[in-house]
T-cell receptor, first 113, second 113 residues
C-alpha cells in the first residue's frame, strides 16, 4: 500500500509555461484534495473532488484546473505558470466525510521563475 | 478566515510531556478541532481530532475546554522524532457534504535530548 503519491517531487518552470501535477492513491478513497503551502504558512485548499468525474473549487482556485478521470488519480494543471504559484503542493485523499481523516502525499515543490 | 492561534515555537526535553496550546475562540458548534503535524516539509500527518470531549489515541491526547474556545495537544513522552510543526486546525462544513481544514500557522516543537 503506497498510500498517496505525487509526481514530480520538484519542478522548475518559466513564467507562462504549463505543467500537470499528478496525485495517485491506492486506498480506494472517494474524496481527493489539492492544497498549496507557502513559506511559514499552513495549507490552503485549491480544488477538491468528491468522486470520479467530479471537481469543485476550494479557497484559492484561480490559475489552476483539475481533472478526476479515474478514481485513483487527481490531476492539478497550471496552464500559464506565474511566480505567485511558486509553492509546495500537497495532495490528500479521504475515504468519506464519515471517516474524517485526510491522508496527505509527500508534496511537490514548484519554482516558477 | 484564520480560526486558530498557536505559539510560533516551543521546546521540551526528551521523555517529558509536550503540551501544545491552541486558541479557537470563534469556533462554531459543529466545527471539529483537528491536529496534524508536519515533519521536515513532508506531507501533514494526522494526529487526533475532537468536538467536545477529550480524546486519546496511541499518539496523543486532546483536551478541549468546556467552552470549546481552546484546546491542548499532549504528547505524553516526547521523543526526538516528535520534532515537527504542529498544526491546530478547525474543520468546517464545505460544499458537497465535504469539509475543509482551516490551517493556522502552526507551532514548531523542538524536542531536546
Amino acid at each position: 500500500n503506497a498510500g498517496v503519491t505525487q509526481t514530480p517531487k520538484f519542478r522548475v518552470l518559466k513564467t507562462g509555461q504549463s505543467m500537470t501535477l499528478l496525485c495517485a492513491q491506492d486506498m480506494n478513497h472517494e474524496y481527493m484534495y489539492w492544497y498549496r503551502q507557502d513559506p511559514g504558512m499552513g495549507l490552503r485548499l485549491i480544488h477538491y473532488s468528491v468522486g470520479e468525474g467530479t471537481t469543485a473549487k476550494g479557497e484559492v482556485p484561480d490559475g489552476y484546473n483539475v481533472s478526476r478521470l479515474k478514481k485513483q488519480n487527481f490531476l492539478l494543471g497550471l496552464e500559464s505558470a506565474a511566480p505567485s504559484q511558486t509553492s509546495v503542493y500537497f495532495c490528500a485523499s479521504m475515504i468519506s466525510p464519515l471517516v474524517e481523516t485526510q491522508y496527505f502525499g509527500p508534496g511537490t515543490r514548484l519554482l516558477v521563475l | 478566515d484564520a480560526k486558530t492561534t498557536q505559539p510560533p515555537s516551543m521546546d521540551c526535553a526528551e521523555g517529558r510531556a509536550a503540551n501544545l496550546p491552541c486558541n479557537h475562540s470563534t469556533i462554531s458548534g459543529n466545527e471539529y478541532v483537528y491536529w496534524y503535524r508536519q515533519i521536515h516539509s513532508q506531507g501533514p500527518q494526522y494526529i487526533i481530532h475532537g468536538l467536545k470531549n477529550n480524546e486519546t489515541n496511541e499518539m496523543a491526547s486532546l483536551i478541549i475546554t468546556e467552552d470549546r474556545k481552546s484546546s491542548t495537544l499532549i504528547l505524553p513522552h516526547a521523543t526526538l522524532r516528535d520534532t515537527a510543526v504542529y498544526y491546530c486546525i478547525v474543520r468546517v462544513p464545505w460544499k458537497d457534504s465535504s469539509y475543509k481544514l482551516i490551517f493556522g500557522s502552526g507551532t514548531r516543537l523542538l524536542v531536546r535530548p
